[in-house]
């Protein structure tokens, strides 16, 4: 039986599979700044494009991207805000999330747009 970690890599290969079969770039698979992780940093048509993976056997306590709380979505704009001055990037940048239901009878992989947008606070 996989273990946590061994999920999660499986579906974030899953999520960037899903992102080059629809014409996505990806940059960084797993990328750190101190205590904060990017699952994937990918590109398209000049966008940088900041993925969260969540992956789930089902739905039964909820759908996946309800798991990307405020608090995650707060590390993942520092942690996107660190990557673009580092790399100097001067794109449009978004926050997607890629969810996926996998579990003997089902797979399913939802990508979602624009999931989330950075606060003004």
């Known amino acids: 039986m996989p273990n946590n970690i061994e999920k999660g ?11 080059l079969k629809n014409g996505y770039s990806v940059l960084e698979k797993n990328w750190r ?4 992780e990017i699952d994937v940093i990918a590109s398209i048509n000049n966008t ?3 993925v969260e993976v969540k992956l789930r ?4 306590f909820g759908n996946p991207e309800d798991f990307v709380t405020k608090s995650k979505q707060k590390n993942l ?6 990557y673009i001055q580092e790399n100097n990037i001067n794109w449009e940048t978004r926050f997607d999330i890629i969810t996926i239901i996998q579990n003997p009878n089902e797979l399913k992989v939802e990508h979602i747009v624009d999931a989330f947008y950075p606060s003004l606070k």
């Open 9 to 19: 890599s499986a579906g974030e290969q899953l999520a960037i599979s899903h992102l």
């Open 33 to 36: 700044f101190r205590h904060l």
């Open 48 to 50: 940088l494009v900041i």
């Open 57 to 60: 056997a089902n739905n039964y």
């Open 77 to 82: 704009i520092r942690a996107a805000n660190f």
